[in-house]
């Protein structure tokens, strides 16, 4: 029979051979128990995580010991401590084990804090007193734990001579331990060592504990792959025959002596095992030099002298970032000239805001929020996205099962199924991502190949923000590594904007303060030209942060990296500008803001829209009286949501319409709603956009559990987000000097029965031209998604004025004016 250990690790290596397949890199060979490439951003804060790009079981996490540095391929992991940082009292205090209160004899390590937690890369199941959401494999229970297989380790090594201070050439230094725990104690371990004075390595394996007793076996290796004098990268392989208890040393695929062959013993499993890279256990012993793309595997992968492998990325060093797509220049974003003639060819222009106007009475830029149509599933949960294919089919992602990602399908938008996907996951046959995400948001990237250009980004497992890839939408693969190294908090938000030719991302931040020292939720933006590389990313100092929380309302906690311990990833701080957040001036005190559920308008330039998600919190903010809303007699929670809605010509700065509400609270379809969450994205149909929103009867946070939830369809006109509405006694908006494309001008709008419009040019001289007065344009009376512009003598054509700067005078009455553009018909 099979003991536990080598049972765990098949079911581990079938885990493996599978993930090649649904979502990993495509370089990875099946064999491959764990592939540490260190290719994160150079900075990343202590705690940030280190992806597993074969798996993705066997993360490890960045301490005080050890930095991101240049690799041989991309980046790498050195020993070295992280920049001295003086932490908050608050943050040393280690809580203690469960051995520990009970005061048991046997020796263990001190329990770690922000105070001890010295080690480069460590993994654990251990320190059950810290935040763990990171969720580490047990290395005693899979092929990490080096026993009597074959096996193969090997990784790329530059010697450093000055790699950390205080560890002389001649300490040994420790590339990697695997002990069964407790960590500090006197437990079983197997170790990789560099010998002191760089004279080789030993291969310590004594899988019954304490300090003497076990095997320590001398491996010879070619003493200038280890000099730091001459300072090169060098490939070393570590290959054990399990037949014939032979292990094998490989130095750039050259064949060193042989060390007596011996067999080796896997350590028994441990409830509290580990693994350290780069230090040992005790998180001492540093390795004087560099670690790049460090793999365990399940087998012999070199049987004879070999050639070094290149990278095991995908992304090599012949990758080439994409192409990207350029669409029209920005003209209304807020480094236009706003003097200057607009060049507004023949491009939709939406009336958001007054960015085109030179003069206007009587007309306000009012928000249409959506007409509520039908509920249209029940009882469902998650951060919701809607598309739709090119073929009209909508899919509309939610949570499955274990925090997975499924999808539903729709002909018409009202009835939904679940699509086989051909494989179950917990009984459900409609899971497009198994990993736990439910974070994320789904898009279209238009410079991706085929195979890549439905993109899902989202946080996972709390180790980092990642990028998934589908050619469908409904079979996805997950990037090797992750694009940013935080943990999500909410739903984040990116898109392709063309316009620009970046790559947008909106993320929670939780680094800043209410008035009455609560959480308040603001966004900020990332920005990208390749996603799939990590994203760019500057870390923020202990000063830095200091001097701006002499103006910035921020958290006691500096740095801001410690809010979750050493073993669990920040969340995003204020690395990056902060795009969305709450308006002092006018939003009550303890608002803020949960996810921006931001777009690119797909049907106009120019055009970005958001819907924030608005939350009203009854505790923490605010006179008694709004406080006591919050007491658990009152059977509500901590307060309600709304969704808002917000216009932009950049995408970074924003103007938002609090009222009327875009979807708000009350009763809907038989549900009394309490939480309005729009899902992301929207669908054309014709002159309808199609929304979708999850309602919640309870409030965020309730007092009791239960309550129903729904998902609605809400539908608003093409355009129709923001009106220039003029009341029915009439107004007058005059544009900017334009010049224009085409033979006809086309008018969104809406004047009712009693209401109507017209329209006039004015030439560079101020006075109408000819034929095309506001008083010889025929009215506009009706509701129209497209209508054509007439006037009484000259009719509809205006080429004779294309390519010649003018303006516009709309004269109004009781009329809500949407879009106009000129076209050529």
């Known amino acids: 029979m099979l003991d536990d250990r080598k049972l765990y690790r098949m079911l581990f290596f079938v885990a493996v051979f599978l993930s090649h397949f649904i979502g990993s890199a ?25 992806g597993d790009a074969a798996s993705g079981d066997c993360p490890l996490v960045l301490g005080l010991g050890g930095q991101i540095v240049a690799g041989k391929f991309g980046n790498a992991l050195e020993p070295s401590m992280q920049p001295p940082v003086v932490y908050p009292a608050k943050a040393l205090q280690a809580g203690k084990s469960a051995e520990e209160k009970e005061k048991k004899p046997h020796a263990r390590a001190e329990s770690m804090s922000w105070g001890n937690a010295m080690f480069s890369a460590f993994m654990t199941r251990g320190e059950k007193h810290l935040r763990q959401e990171v969720q580490f494999t047990s290395p005693t229970r899979n092929s990490l734990n080096l026993g009597d297989y074959d096996w193969t380790v090997e990784f790329w ?20 331990e695997v002990g069964s725990g407790p960590r500090g104690g006197k437990g079983a371990v197997t170790r990789l060592l560099l010998n002191g004075g760089r004279r080789g390595f030993t ?26 004098a001459v300072a090169q990268w060098h490939h070393l392989a570590f290959v054990y025959a399990a037949d014939s208890n032979q292990l094998r040393h490989y130095v750039d695929g050259k064949l060193q002596p042989l060390p007596p062959s011996h067999p080796l013993n896997a350590l028994a499993p441990g409830s509290e095992d580990y693994m350290s890279i780069g230090r040992d256990g005790l998180w001492q012993r540093p390795l004087p030099g560099r670690l ?21 990325s995908k992304y090599t060093r012949a990758y080439q970032p994409p192409k990207l797509k350029a669409g029209p220049k920005l003209i209304f974003s807020g480094t236009a000239d706003v003097g200057a003639v607009v060049p507004l060819a ?50 509309l992602y939610l949570q499955g099962p274990q925090r997975s990602l499924a999808v539903l399908t729709s002909r018409d938008g009202v009835h939904w199924k679940k699509p086989d996907l051909g494989s179950s996951y917990h009984g459900a046959r409609n899971v497009v991502i198994e990993d736990p995400v ?51 908090g909410s739903q984040s938000i990116v898109y392709y904007d063309d316009q620009r030719q970046v790559y947008a991302g909106y993320h929670r931040s939780d680094m800043r303060k209410t008035i009455g020292n609560k959480t308040m939720r603001t966004s900020v933006m990332t920005e990208t030209t390749d996603l799939m590389r990590p994203w760019p990313y500057r870390p923020v100092s202990q000063a ?25 990833p920040p969340g995003f701080g204020i690395e990056y500008p902060t795009v969305f957040t709450p308006e002092e001036s006018y939003d009550p005190v303890g608002t803020d803001i949960y996810v921006p559920k931001n777009v690119k308008y797909a049907w106009a330039p120019d055009v970005y829209l958001a819907f924030p998600i608005f939350y009203f919190h009854y505790h923490g903010d605010g006179p008694p009286t709004r406080r006591h809303l919050g007491e658990p007699e009152q059977e509500r929670g901590s307060g309600p949501v709304e969704t808002q809605l917000a216009t932009s010509r950049d995408g ?18 038989g549900l009394d709603l309490h939480r309005t969450y729009i899902a992301h994205g929207m669908v054309r149909r014709g002159g309808e956009i199609w929304q979708y929103y999850l309602g919640e009867e309870s409030y965020h946070s309730p007092w009791s559990r239960g309550g129903r939830n729904a998902v609605f369809r809400v539908v608003q006109r093409l355009d129709g987000f923001v009106a220039a509405d003029t009341p029915y006694t009439g107004g007058l908006l005059k544009t900017r000097p334009l010049v224009f494309e085409g033979n006809r001008l086309v008018l969104n709008i809406d004047t009712d029965a009693t209401g109507y419009t017209q329209v006039g040019l004015i030439g560079t001289d101020g006075k109408p031209i000819e034929g095309y007065g506001v008083d010889d344009c025929i009215y506009i009376n009706g509701d129209f998604i497209e209508t054509e512009i007439e006037w009484l003598k000259t009719g509809k054509d205006l080429a004779p004025l294309a390519g010649k700067p003018v303006q516009l005078v709309f004269r109004m009455r009781g009329s809500k004016l949407y879009s106009m553009q000129f076209q050529q018909r």
């Open 26 to 50: 495509e370089t990875v060979q099946a064999d491959t128990c764990a592939l540490w490439l260190f290719d994160e951003q150079i900075g990343i804060y202590p705690s940030s995580v280190l």
């Open 157 to 176: 090594y530059y010697p450093v001579s000055s790699a950390v201070p205080g560890n002389a050439a001649w300490h040994d230094g420790v590339v990697f």
């Open 203 to 228: 291969l310590e394996n004594r899988p019954g504990g304490g300090e003497a007793g076990g095997l320590r076996l001398a491996i010879a290796s070619d003493a200038s792959a280890l000099d730091p």
């Open 292 to 312: 790049d793309e460090m793999r365990f595997s399940d087998s012999q992968v070199y049987t004879e002298s070999f050639t070094p492998p290149g990278s095991f």
């Open 346 to 395: 023949g491009r939709k222009y939406l009336f958001l805001d007054d960015a085109i106007v030179a003069e206007m009475k009587n007309v306000r830029f009012v928000a249409n929020p959506p007409r509520q149509t039908e509920r249209v599933l029940d009882q469902v949960s998650g951060h919701l996205v809607v598309r739709q294919d090119q073929e009209g089919l909508l899919y």
């Open 438 to 488: 439910g974070l994320g948001t789904l898009f279209e990237d238009p410079n991706a190949p085929p195979s890549e250009r439905i993109k899902y980004f989202s946080g996972y497992r709390g180790r980092g923000s990642y990028i998934w890839s589908s050619p469908d939408g409904l079979h996805f693969k997950r990037n090797e590594t992750s694009a940013l190294p935080f943990r999500c």
């Open 544 to 568: 830095e942060q200091t001097a701006r929380a002499q103006h910035e309302r921020l958290g006691w906690m500096n740095p801001h990296y410690i809010d979750n311990g050493p073993m669990t």
């Open 652 to 669: 970074i700065h924003w103007h938002r319409y609090p009222r009327p509400t875009y979807l708000g609270i009350g009763r809907h379809a």
